[in-house]
């Protein structure tokens, strides 16, 4: 079984579905020849991504489609994707926006730096890094989230909100996914601090988001206010179970 899955959560993205996936493989075959598969978790799209995913994995090897029944956040349809991934014999699980927010030309530096780390972050804010067509106020909000989530729960991650990640398995295995409750963006949050806690060595490399080329954005008051209220929570119930993270970063 290929060692290398790259997940691809969708909601409507029928006009990025095609051009992303080729543009992974391309990129996922260059780094990592014949040892890897692209699972488009779809959470039944209005606009047809599910069935669209269906043709392309019927005519493309290495692709596979996970259906479920309805949008229920980012976090689940991840979760999903890692429990697949992870029956199906994955040592390392690539999470990336189906929307060319996230450069399919990084994931071979997502892959090698994860040889010397257990979880590589895609950072927006480490030097290199940076973010392309975004206004001042969403800008603002961006780094601020950022900001606020590492004040509340004291570890060195510059770009905890960031989606683009390269996960090894052990780290899947060992940090209780079934806990995780976070259903929008707070769920990047959660993941990374999960495995700080745990004792996993976490690496930010440099990479330039860019906001979508077509569809509109996910993101929403609901998903910024689950934030808000879950990182002081993740806090305490760190605090109350004794657990310390190690500044492996």
């Known amino acids: 079984m290929p060692a290398t899955w790259l997940i691809l959560p969708t909601f409507d993205e029928a006009e990025n579905l095609g051009p992303i996936v080729r543009a992974a493989i391309e990129r996922l075959e260059a780094a990592e020849p014949g040892d890897w598969r692209v699972l488009v978790v779809d959470d039944a799209s ?3 991504t599910g069935a669209l995913a269906d043709a392309l994995a019927a005519e493309t090897p290495g692709v596979e489609v996970l259906h479920r029944p309805g ?4 976090g689940p349809a991840y979760l999903a994707g890692f429990a697949r991934a992870l ?3 994955a040592e390392r699980v ?3 926006d189906a929307d060319f927010s996230h450069d399919p030309a990084d994931l071979p530096r997502l892959l090698a730096a994860s040889r010397e780390a257990d979880v590589v972050l895609g950072s927006r804010y480490v030097l290199g890094g940076g973010v392309q067509d975004w206004g001042p106020l969403r800008r603002a909000i961006s780094r601020g989230g950022c900001a ?3 004040t509340w729960l004291r570890v060195p991650i510059q770009d905890l909100t960031g989606g683009f990640k390269c996960i090894r398995a052990e780290v899947l295995r ?5 806990a995780i409750r976070g259903e929008g963006y707070v769920f990047q949050i959660e993941l ?4 700080l806690l745990a004792g996993f060595r976490v690496a930010e490399i440099p990479i330039v988001f860019r906001d979508r080329r077509v569809g509109r954005s996910k993101m929403s008051i609901g998903i910024a206010a689950e934030a808000v209220w879950r990182v002081p929570a993740l806090r305490r119930r760190a605090d109350r179970s004794g657990a310390r993270h190690t500044d492996r970063a």
């Open 94 to 96: 690539v999470q990336m």
């Open 87 to 89: 029956a199906g014999g």
């Open 46 to 48: 209005p606009d047809g």
């Open 148 to 150: 606020y989530a590492r």
């Open 192 to 195: 990374t601090y999960r495995a």
């Open 71 to 74: 949008k229920a956040g980012l």
């Open 174 to 178: 060992g940090i209780d996914l079934d």
